[in-house]
């Protein structure tokens, strides 16, 4: 059960438009409606027409619905969580979500199996993905209500930040990314930078220029993402001429690393309930790291 007390601020409101301020997206209110689940004062009440009052208790349950995802045990690097959500640093190779033909083994399981040994009942909410072959920070809601405030576009409250290695050297050295991205018509894989697109903007700084191995000249880059579109930063960086080391599905060379050299390295958010700042970073994993000049700052520095 989930409770508030109204405000002494707010003299009166519908109970609709106070739990709208609380996340409650209008498919989870008809639910709430529906099971009959809203109390105020302790009193079951009709979720339709009811008024609310300032220091009245309104409370609410509702039925997860159901997800077809099987916990399993599989370790997690958690570096934050409470009672509303969860942040985890997921390693390269790790799926976010089960998919038709990998149904098992991907972080969606591993937190689930996570919630049920805490005596948690909630489902997977995923606020936004990583690729798969993307290291890095990713948060999870534990109820509905708390994703709906974090992932929708007038409440966005959490901030990204990234580490990659692209090839050569951009110019300038630090700037905006704004170029629309599309599905690529001929696969069902891949984005495009198209004029038919959704808007698509990143930021980014260069942090340090240095040579990889055999390969040459690469940059350390710091980037944030304004636009959270699939790919965004693999296709931004290919299509201006500095795809990312590793990043062969985007013309990056596989010679130094065998996967993208991408890591989300910082998540920093305002709590959508408790209002407290919370800044979590991690490290880019041994992978990255070797890259890079034994001296390298990776310390957040904005």
């Given amino acids: 059960m989930i409770s508030y007390v ?131 920070l990713l948060l999870a809601a534990k109820r509905p209500e708390i994703q709906h405030l974090l992932s929708t576009k007038e409440g966005k409250l959490f901030h990204r930040e990234y580490l990659a290695v692209a090839e050569g050297v951009l110019t300038p050295e630090s700037g905006t990314i704004s170029l629309p991205i599309a599905r690529d018509p001929e696969s069902i894989i891949t984005r495009i930078v198209s004029p038919d697109g959704k808007p698509a903007v990143t930021d980014y700084r260069t942090e340090r220029i240095f040579s990889v191995g055999s390969f040459g000249t690469c940059s350390l880059l710091r980037l944030t993402l304004v636009t959270g579109r699939t790919h965004q930063i693999r296709v931004h960086l290919s299509h201006i001429g500095h795809p990312l080391l590793g990043d062969d599905l985007y013309g990056g060379s596989p010679a130094c690393i065998s996967r993208q050299a991408l890591h989300a390295g910082r998540i920093c958010l305002r709590h959508p309930i408790t209002g407290k700042t919370l800044d979590i970073h991690a490290e880019p994993p041994e992978d990255i790291r070797r890259l890079l000049p034994e001296n390298t700052d990776l310390r957040v520095n904005l």
């Fill in 6 to 136: 109204v405000p002494e601020d707010i003299p009166s409101c519908s109970a609709r438009s106070f739990l709208k301020e609380k996340g409650v997206s209008g498919s989870l209110f008809r639910r709430i409606k529906n099971s009959g689940s809203l109390y105020v004062n302790g009193c079951p009440v009709h979720a339709v027409g009811t008024i609310l009052r300032a220091g009245d208790t309104v409370s609410y349950a509702y039925p997860e619905t159901p997800q077809e995802i099987e916990p399993e045990e599989i370790p997690l690097d958690i570096r934050y969580e409470d009672a509303d959500l969860v942040i985890v640093n997921k390693p390269a190779g790790l799926l976010v979500h089960p998919t038709p033909k990998t149904v098992n083994g991907t972080l969606a399981n591993a937190l689930l199996w996570h919630y049920r040994q805490n005596g948690e009942p909630t489902a997977f909410h995923c606020v936004h993905r990583l690729d798969r072959m993307t290291s890095g």
